[in-house]
């Protein structure tokens, strides 16, 4: 299993908006294309407008072929056009696990 980690930070007046545009528009465009999205969050305490979004792949290869897919996509293109401007400091990280999960270390 791969992790992709996108963080992000929004100015505050732009939050309500990216939120919907987000909800109403993106996630299902996301499930359309069945990816593993986990959640997105944003900071409660801390820095105001910080978010970050967690998807799950089965390998590097799948999280290529998907996330090809899914950008590739001109609706999602089109939606860019509109949140692109919002958003600022985006970073990735594709993370792979440093020990097996809790459940598979207590088997046996």
């Known amino acids: 299993m791969i992790l992709l980690r996108i963080t992000y930070r929004l100015r505050a007046h732009h939050m309500p908006q990216f939120e919907k545009i987000f909800a109403d528009e993106i996630a299902p465009l996301i499930r359309e294309h069945n990816l593993k999205f986990k959640s997105i969050w944003r900071t409660v305490v801390g820095s105001v407008g910080e978010y970050m979004e967690l998807w799950e792949f089965d390998s590097v290869a799948d999280f290529d072929e998907r996330w090809r897919a899914l950008i590739g996509d ?7 056009e509109r949140t692109g ?24």
């Open 74 to 80: 001109a609706r999602l293109q089109t939606i860019f």
């Open 85 to 108: 401007p919002m958003v600022e400091d985006e970073q990735w990280s594709l993370m792979e696990a440093a020990l097996p999960p809790e459940s598979d270390q207590n088997a046996g």
